[in-house]
Protein backbone atom coordinates (compact mmCIF):
# COMPACT_ATOMS: atom_id res chain seq x y z
CA UNK A 1 0.00 0.00 0.00
CA UNK A 2 3.20 2.05 0.15
CA UNK A 3 2.19 5.07 -2.77
CA UNK A 4 5.55 5.48 -3.98
CA UNK A 5 5.53 1.28 -4.74
CA UNK A 6 1.91 1.92 -6.17
CA UNK A 7 3.46 4.92 -8.34
CA UNK A 8 6.22 2.76 -9.47
CA UNK A 9 3.47 0.23 -10.69
CA UNK A 10 1.95 2.19 -12.73
CA UNK A 11 5.08 3.68 -14.34
CA UNK A 12 6.18 -0.15 -15.22
CA UNK A 13 2.72 -0.78 -16.67
CA UNK A 14 2.81 2.00 -18.68
CA UNK A 15 6.57 1.92 -19.68
CA UNK A 16 6.45 -1.64 -20.84
CA UNK A 17 3.11 -1.17 -23.29
CA UNK A 18 5.09 2.04 -24.83
CA UNK A 19 7.84 0.01 -25.47
CA UNK A 20 5.76 -2.84 -26.64
CA UNK A 21 4.30 -0.77 -29.23
CA UNK A 22 6.96 1.25 -30.30
CA UNK A 23 8.95 -1.63 -31.13
CA UNK A 24 5.95 -3.12 -32.97
CA UNK A 25 5.69 0.07 -35.24
CA UNK A 26 9.65 0.42 -35.54
CA UNK A 27 9.90 -3.07 -37.29
CA UNK A 28 6.85 -2.78 -39.28
CA UNK A 29 7.60 -2.81 -43.04
CA UNK A 30 4.04 -1.66 -44.02
CA UNK A 31 3.68 2.05 -44.14
CA UNK A 32 3.61 3.99 -41.49
CA UNK A 33 -0.02 5.29 -42.35
CA UNK A 34 -0.99 1.08 -42.34
CA UNK A 35 1.08 0.62 -39.50
CA UNK A 36 -0.71 3.35 -37.04
CA UNK A 37 -3.75 3.24 -38.49
CA UNK A 38 -4.55 -0.09 -38.86
CA UNK A 39 -2.28 -2.82 -37.81
CA UNK A 40 -1.38 -0.75 -34.59
CA UNK A 41 -4.09 1.53 -33.61
CA UNK A 42 -6.02 -0.22 -30.51
CA UNK A 43 -2.38 -0.82 -28.97
CA UNK A 44 -1.99 2.85 -29.83
CA UNK A 45 -4.86 3.87 -27.65
CA UNK A 46 -4.46 1.36 -25.10
CA UNK A 47 -0.44 2.37 -24.80
CA UNK A 48 -2.11 6.48 -24.72
CA UNK A 49 -4.84 5.28 -21.43
CA UNK A 50 -2.06 3.30 -19.73
CA UNK A 51 0.49 6.64 -20.04
CA UNK A 52 -2.66 8.88 -19.24
CA UNK A 53 -3.87 7.00 -15.77
CA UNK A 54 0.12 6.81 -14.85
CA UNK A 55 0.30 10.15 -15.73
CA UNK A 56 -3.30 11.47 -13.67
CA UNK A 57 -1.83 9.54 -10.84
CA UNK A 58 1.27 11.19 -10.62
CA UNK A 59 0.06 14.79 -10.87
CA UNK A 60 -2.61 14.46 -8.51
CA UNK A 61 -0.30 13.03 -5.76
CA UNK A 62 2.05 16.20 -7.10
CA UNK A 63 -0.77 18.78 -6.47
CA UNK A 64 -2.14 17.00 -2.95
CA UNK A 65 1.42 16.76 -1.53
CA UNK A 66 2.04 20.27 -2.42
CA UNK A 67 -1.37 22.05 -1.87
CA UNK A 68 -1.83 23.76 1.60
CA UNK A 69 -4.91 22.39 2.49
CA UNK A 70 -6.83 24.49 6.07
CA UNK A 71 -7.75 21.18 7.22
CA UNK A 72 -4.81 18.82 8.23
CA UNK A 73 -7.40 15.52 6.96
CA UNK A 74 -7.82 16.30 3.94
CA UNK A 75 -4.30 15.18 2.51
CA UNK A 76 -4.36 11.92 3.93
CA UNK A 77 -7.63 11.34 2.49
CA UNK A 78 -6.90 12.47 -0.71
CA UNK A 79 -3.54 10.56 -0.70
CA UNK A 80 -5.76 7.21 0.15
CA UNK A 81 -8.23 7.71 -2.79
CA UNK A 82 -4.89 7.86 -5.17
CA UNK A 83 -3.61 4.54 -3.55
CA UNK A 84 -7.14 3.42 -4.42
CA UNK A 85 -7.60 4.43 -8.11
CA UNK A 86 -3.82 2.60 -8.31
CA UNK A 87 -5.11 -0.39 -6.97
CA UNK A 88 -7.96 -0.41 -8.92
CA UNK A 89 -5.97 0.26 -11.76
CA UNK A 90 -3.41 -2.73 -11.10
CA UNK A 91 -6.18 -4.91 -10.16
CA UNK A 92 -8.29 -4.04 -13.78
CA UNK A 93 -4.60 -4.92 -15.55
CA UNK A 94 -0.90 -5.67 -13.96
CA UNK A 95 0.49 -8.16 -16.65
CA UNK A 96 2.99 -6.00 -17.52
CA UNK A 97 4.48 -5.54 -13.95
CA UNK A 98 4.54 -9.65 -13.45
CA UNK A 99 6.00 -9.64 -17.08
CA UNK A 100 8.76 -7.54 -15.93
CA UNK A 101 9.28 -9.14 -12.70
CA UNK A 102 8.48 -5.78 -11.05
CA UNK A 103 5.54 -8.37 -9.29
CA UNK A 104 6.11 -11.98 -8.12
CA UNK A 105 3.92 -14.71 -6.75
CA UNK A 106 1.12 -13.37 -4.82
CA UNK A 107 0.96 -10.18 -5.65
CA UNK A 108 -2.61 -10.40 -6.56
CA UNK A 109 -3.06 -11.48 -3.00
CA UNK A 110 -1.57 -8.58 -1.43
CA UNK A 111 -3.20 -6.07 -4.50
CA UNK A 112 -6.73 -7.23 -3.24
CA UNK A 113 -5.69 -7.61 0.69
CA UNK A 114 -4.42 -3.70 0.08
CA UNK A 115 -7.93 -3.05 -1.86
CA UNK A 116 -10.18 -4.58 0.90
CA UNK A 117 -7.72 -2.42 3.81
CA UNK A 118 -7.94 1.05 2.24
CA UNK A 119 -11.61 0.62 1.96
CA UNK A 120 -11.90 -0.10 5.41
CA UNK A 121 -9.67 2.80 6.48
CA UNK A 122 -11.81 5.39 4.26
CA UNK A 123 -15.05 4.13 4.38
CA UNK A 124 -15.95 6.38 7.41
CA UNK A 125 -14.96 9.58 5.45
CA UNK A 126 -17.21 8.65 2.24
CA UNK A 127 -19.32 11.43 3.03
CA UNK A 128 -17.33 14.51 3.33
CA UNK A 129 -15.20 12.93 0.32
CA UNK A 130 -18.45 12.87 -1.84
CA UNK A 131 -19.19 16.49 -0.30
CA UNK A 132 -15.39 18.28 -0.87
CA UNK A 133 -17.32 21.28 0.20
CA UNK A 134 -15.40 23.01 2.97
CA UNK A 135 -15.42 26.94 3.75
CA UNK A 136 -11.94 27.57 1.31
CA UNK A 137 -11.89 24.31 -1.16
CA UNK A 138 -15.50 23.83 -3.09
CA UNK A 139 -15.27 21.72 -5.69
CA UNK A 140 -17.53 22.67 -8.37
CA UNK A 141 -16.71 20.17 -10.95
CA UNK A 142 -18.58 17.31 -8.75
CA UNK A 143 -21.64 18.60 -6.75
CA UNK A 144 -23.38 15.92 -4.84
CA UNK A 145 -26.49 16.18 -2.77
CA UNK A 146 -25.56 12.87 -0.97
CA UNK A 147 -25.52 13.56 2.46
CA UNK A 148 -25.57 17.63 2.14
CA UNK A 149 -25.65 19.47 5.26
CA UNK A 150 -28.98 19.86 5.26
CA UNK A 151 -30.26 16.51 5.15
CA UNK A 152 -32.85 17.36 1.81
CA UNK A 153 -30.92 14.93 -0.80
CA UNK A 154 -34.78 14.05 -2.36
CA UNK A 155 -35.60 18.19 -2.87
CA UNK A 156 -31.97 18.96 -4.18
CA UNK A 157 -31.80 16.14 -6.50
CA UNK A 158 -35.41 17.66 -7.78
CA UNK A 159 -34.22 21.18 -7.77
CA UNK A 160 -31.33 20.21 -10.25
CA UNK A 161 -33.48 18.53 -12.26
CA UNK A 162 -35.75 21.55 -12.76
CA UNK A 163 -32.93 23.97 -13.10
CA UNK A 164 -31.20 21.30 -15.52
CA UNK A 165 -30.63 22.89 -18.70
CA UNK A 166 -32.20 19.93 -20.70
CA UNK A 167 -35.64 21.53 -18.53
CA UNK A 168 -35.22 25.12 -20.14
CA UNK A 169 -37.05 24.20 -23.34
Known sequence: MDIQHLENALSVRAARKVRDVVTKIAQSKAKLVVTMNEMYAQDLIQ???????????????????????????????????????????????????YETGFFGPGSSDLLHDSMQLILQEIRPQMIPLVELNTRSEVDMSYMSCIGNEYGDIYETQLEWAMKSRFNKK
Open 47 to 97: MSKMHMLYLSFVLFRMKVESFKFSDTTTRPLLLKLAKIFALKQLTNDSVAC
